[in-house]
T-cell receptor
Framework: GAVVSQHPSWVICKSGTSVKIECRSL??????MFWYRQFPKQSLMLMAT?????????EQGVEKDKFLINHASLTLSTLTVTSAHPEDSSFYIC?????????????FGQGTRLTVV | GESVGLHLPTLSVQEGDNSIINCAYS??????FIWYKQESGKGPQFIID?????DKRQGQRVTVLLNKTVKHLSLQIAATQPGDSAVYFC??????????FGDGTTLTVKP
C-alpha cells in the first residue's frame, strides 16, 4: 500500500529557532502534497498545498514567510517553521494522493509533534 | 465559508454494538467524501470514501451513507471492537485535491 513518512516524529526547539519537517512518499511519486496543522482536540486545518517544481499555495491566514515549503522532488516535501514561537507548537501532518485523479483517497504521514519552548 | 461539521463530539458504545457517526456538510457542490480514523498521536487513516453519484458504500464492517438532499453523511461500524476507539473525521474534497475536515467524533468502545 501507499506509504507517506514524516520525519521527525517529534521535535522540541527553542523559541526563535527554525525547524524543518520532511514528508516523503515512499512507494509512489507525488506531484502534490498537502500540509495540515492540528491543535489538541481539534480538527486538521489545511495550511498549504505543496507543488513539485513550483511555489506552494497557502491557505488564507497562513504566513508563507513563516511556513516555508519546498517540494524539490517527486517524493519529498519539506515544511520549515521559521522563527518558531510557543504558539506554533502543534501537530503537523502531511498527505499525498498516490492514485491519479483528484477524487481519490489521501494517505497521511504519522505526523510531527512540534513543541517550542 | 464552506464547512464540514459533525453533530456529536463523543460517542460511547459497548463492544459488539453497532456505531453510527454523523456528519453534516455545507458545500452542495462537493462530489467526494472520505471518512478517516485517527488514533492518538498518529496521522489520519483512510477508512472509506464515497462519491456523490452514490448514496451507499460498504466496506469491511463499515458502511457510509450519503444523503445529498440534506447534505448529511454517516459512518456505520458493525460489531464495534475496542480497536475501533479513535477520533473519526469526515472530509470533503473542495477542489484541487484539497480536503476540508469536520470537527471529529471521539468513539470510545467499552469492553
Amino acid at each position: 500500500g501507499a506509504v507517506v513518512s514524516q520525519h521527525p516524529s517529534w521535535v522540541i526547539c527553542k523559541s526563535g529557532t527554525s525547524v524543518k519537517i520532511e514528508c516523503r512518499s515512499l512507494d509512489f511519486q507525488a506531484t502534490t502534497m498537502f500540509w495540515y496543522r492540528q491543535f489538541p482536540k481539534q480538527s486538521l486545518m489545511l495550511m498549504a498545498t505543496s507543488n513539485e517544481g513550483s511555489k506552494a499555495t497557502y491557505e488564507q491566514g497562513v504566513e508563507k514567510d513563516k511556513f516555508l515549503i519546498n517540494h524539490a522532488s517527486l517524493t519529498l516535501s519539506t515544511l520549515t517553521v521559521t522563527s518558531a514561537h510557543p504558539e506554533d507548537s502543534s501537530f503537523y501532518i502531511c498527505s499525498a494522493r498516490p492514485y491519479k485523479g483528484l477524487n481519490t483517497e489521501a494517505f497521511f504521514g504519522q505526523g510531527t509533534r512540534l513543541t517550542v519552548v | 465559508g464552506e464547512s464540514v461539521g459533525l453533530h456529536l463530539p463523543t460517542l460511547s458504545v459497548q463492544e459488539g454494538d453497532n456505531s453510527i457517526i454523523n456528519c453534516a456538510y455545507s458545500n452542495s457542490a462537493s462530489d467526494y467524501f472520505i471518512w478517516y480514523k485517527q488514533e492518538s498521536g498518529k496521522g489520519p487513516q483512510f477508512i472509506i470514501d464515497i462519491r456523490s453519484n452514490m448514496d451507499k458504500r460498504q466496506g469491511q464492517r463499515v458502511t457510509v451513507l450519503l444523503n445529498k438532499t440534506v447534505k448529511h453523511l454517516s459512518l456505520q461500524i458493525a460489531a464495534t471492537q475496542p480497536g475501533d476507539s479513535a477520533v473519526y473525521f469526515c472530509a470533503e474534497n473542495v477542489g484541487a485535491g484539497k480536503s476540508t475536515f469536520g470537527d471529529g467524533t471521539t468513539l470510545t468502545v467499552k469492553p
